[in-house]
């Protein structure tokens, strides 16, 4: 009997240790299994638990090779069904770039959750990792035009703009044209460069491109600005080339194009260019004949000999370097105070008290926040404190943000009220204690 006794406290025990376990994990969706060159793959993360989170996800960058990464990974918290059962999860999610075709995983990631387990408030620390996901990329169409460049997108808008009014012109003139590509859902260096046209009217000068990632908070965008500099050679009446690009719209699986329409100049004679030429030789010959001859003196920089340059010069770094020095020092005895002073206690209990992150911002400050009787959790050390009230208050919080409500500001206040009448007990006890002493509440 008594050894019947002990098997069934055992069983017992082991039961319980089962139901505290962490029941948290993530899960991996992919919008599109198969795509082509450059079109993007949508990777979305679900991390889930039973109960609630009371950090802050941590997780890995994700890499895949061949690839380009833009990250969206502003959580987005909620409830989901898994299997018929209710959890609290976390969204983020990462685009994903492909420039070359073959078979492609997205790898697992290292994903750190702080989260208690069913039946208990005392939270656990658990690392999980992600299920990795295939997916194919297919090479550019051969259905694509000869001559034409290769480019995935949503939409694509095309802009001209000007220096000088293109209807005013005449030759000797320099004119800049600048032809900007908007395009929505993809990266900036995947928009190709428009060509250059020879004329035999104009001498052309082509700029570096000019590159802008216009991403907003859902979709990769980019820009793309071509400038060339016109210098008109010719008088007459010409045409620019129309400017067409081409696109595959993933989302209608069709060929797109826009154009710009082709742009009629008319170039003006100009009497006077070859007048101005002649008179500024006849005047540069005239000028040399009539200049004195001098006798040679010291050479001169600026009107200034180079010896007393020289001496200005030394003189001007010394008083540089002497000033370099000095912020140099400066800087070396303000950065660790600085340091220091964003790593205190004070600091963090600002950031929590003012500040809008309530969660991180209040576990930062708890973590530097020393006392007799501190517990290795929020909730624990309330709770041994005999703190109910307050501990209420920070349970519900907790509950609202990752179990999918929305706090409202009457109860956000409550709460950093409720944190700052505890942290001042906790100093007065420590001040009649003659522990160290801390900082007043600012």
């Known amino acids: 009997m008594v050894r019947i006794g002990w098997i069934i406290v055992f069983l017992c025990i082991q039961v319980q240790l089962a139901t505290a376990q962490v029941q948290c994990f993530a899960q991996v969706e992919l919008d599109k299994t198969e795509v082509y060159v450059q079109q993007p793959v949508k990777v979305t993360f679900t991390v889930l638990t039973a109960t609630w989170y009371t950090q802050p996800l941590e997780f890995d960058n994700l890499q895949v090779p061949q690839a380009f990464i833009v990250p969206f990974t502003k959580s987005s918290p909620g409830r989901f069904n898994v299997n018929g059962k209710e959890y609290s999860g976390i969204q983020f999610y990462y685009l994903v770039f492909p420039y070359k075709s073959g078979s492609f995983q997205v790898p697992p990631i290292k994903i750190t959750a702080v989260t208690p387990p069913e039946g208990s408030a005392t939270s656990q620390t658990v690392v ?5 996901k295939s997916f194919v990329v297919k090479p550019v169409p051969h259905t694509l035009p000869q ?3 290769w480019l995935v997108a949503a939409d694509v808008q095309l802009t001209q703009r000007w220096n000088k009014a293109p209807d005013q012109l005449k030759v000797g003139d320099v004119i800049d044209r600048s032809v900007i590509v908007d395009v929505s859902g993809t990266l900036p260096q995947f928009i190709p460069e428009l060509p250059d046209t020879k004329l035999s009217w104009a001498s052309t000068y ?10 907003n908070d859902v979709m990769a965008n980019g820009e793309r600005i071509q400038t ?3 210098l008109l050679t010719g008088a007459g009446d010409f045409e620019l080339p129309a400017i067409k690009i081409s696109w595959w719209n993933p989302y209608a699986a069709r060929m797109y194009s826009r154009s710009l329409p082709p742009v009629k100049l008319h170039v003006a004679e100009n009497p006077s260019l070859g007048m101005m ?4 030789d006849s005047l540069a010959k005239t000028v ?13 920089f600026f009107g200034i000999p180079w010896y007393i340059l020289s001496i200005y010069v030394a003189v001007g770094l010394l008083l540089l370097y002497i000033w370099v020095r000095w912020l140099t020092d400066l800087y070396g005895i303000l950065k660790p105070a600085w340091l220091r002073y964003r790593d205190s206690e004070p600091w963090w209990y600002l950031r929590f008290k003012y500040g809008d992150n309530v969660f991180p911002d209040i576990y930062h400050w708890w973590d ?3 006392f007799p009787d501190k517990r290795a959790s929020i909730g624990s050390t309330l709770q041994s404190q005999q703190e109910q009230e307050l501990y209420r208050e920070f349970s519900q919080y907790a509950r609202d943000i990752y179990g999918g409500g929305q706090p409202d500001k009457a109860r956000e206040k409550a709460l950093k009220e409720g944190f700052a009448a505890f942290r001042r007990r906790r100093l007065q006890h420590l001040r009649q204690k003659q522990y160290d002493f801390l900082p007043e509440e600012i």
């Open 228 to 230: 060339t500099t016109y």
């Open 288 to 300: 040399a004949a009539a200049s004195p001859q001098h006798k040679k003196g010291p050479k001169e």
């Open 368 to 370: 530097r926040f020393d």
């Open 128 to 132: 999980i990792h992600s299920p990795a």
């Open 206 to 215: 082509p700029k570096p491109a000019t590159l802008k990632d216009t991403r």
């Open 147 to 149: 001559g034409e460049s």
């Open 277 to 280: 030429t002649t008179l500024k």
